[in-house]
């Protein structure tokens, strides 16, 4: 159990296009969700936890206008990076944890963002 | 302040025994993970331990908690060429809830 999975895996955009990444719990519903991103050879950078049915809570230095939380259900979060430029390119990981779970944080497989 | 700290890298011959280090600055950590992530993909828990704990064994994995000294370790036995990757210790924070990550330590693994 405890599957989340997220897509799309992959994605190229072009500068100046807006990119949407899903992050759904597959078996088990989850309250909060995280969203990271990392650079190469680099630790995950927390960009925002993101609380079904409330506004995203962001990080000290991550822009919120730029990347864009949506935790609509209890089964899914979106991020939407918007107007992307070529600095945007990362590994972006999403996280969920089972509802009053005290541990086991699973991880989504990871989306490669390259801006062109 | 939230701080957590690992060595960069590691070389181990298949068969021998790795020992991954990780120390950690905050104090109300409830719980303490390793996590292990292979070339582009996402992470793999691995196994944690609750901060009243000492130890704990799980197959090959023993993790060992000195909690006094904010220290982590995570022993991997007979390691094998699959061990390869990249081993992420992580805190969760007491007061947020929120995990703080080292900063990965690069497991090779030579035949």
């Known amino acids: 159990g405890a599957v989340v999975s997220q897509h799309p895996s992959r994605v190229i955009c072009k500068s100046g296009t807006s990119v949407k990444i899903e992050c759904r719990s597959l078996d088990f519903q989850a309250t909060t969700m995280f969203w990271y991103r990392q650079f190469p050879k680099q630790s995950l950078m927390l960009m925002a936890t993101s609380n079904e049915g409330s506004k995203a809570t962001y990080e000290q230095g991550v822009e919120k206008d730029k990347f864009l939380i949506n935790h609509a259900s209890l089964t899914l979060s979106t991020l939407t990076v918007t107007s992307a430029h070529p600095e945007d390119s990362s590994f972006y990981i999403c996280s969920a944890i089972r509802q009053a779970s005290n541990y086991g944080y699973t991880f989504g497989s990871g989306t490669r963002l390259t801006v062109v | 302040g939230e701080d957590v700290e690992q060595s960069l890298f590691l070389s181990v011959r298949e068969g021998d025994s790795s020992v991954i280090n990780c120390t950690y600055t905050d104090s109300s950590s409830t719980y303490l993970y390793w996590y292990k992530q292979e070339p582009g993909a996402g992470l793999q828990l691995l196994t944690y331990i609750f901060s009243n704990m000492d130890m704990k064994q799980d197959q090959r994995l023993t993790v060992l908690l000195n909690k006094k000294d904010k220290h982590l370790s995570l022993r991997i036995a007979d390691t094998q060429t699959g061990d390869s990757a990249i081993y992420f210790c992580?805190?969760?924070?007491?007061?947020?809830?929120?995990?703080?990550f080292g900063q990965g330590t690069t497991l090779q693994v030579k035949p």
């Open positions: 992580a805190e969760r924070a007491g007061n947020t809830g929120k995990l703080i």
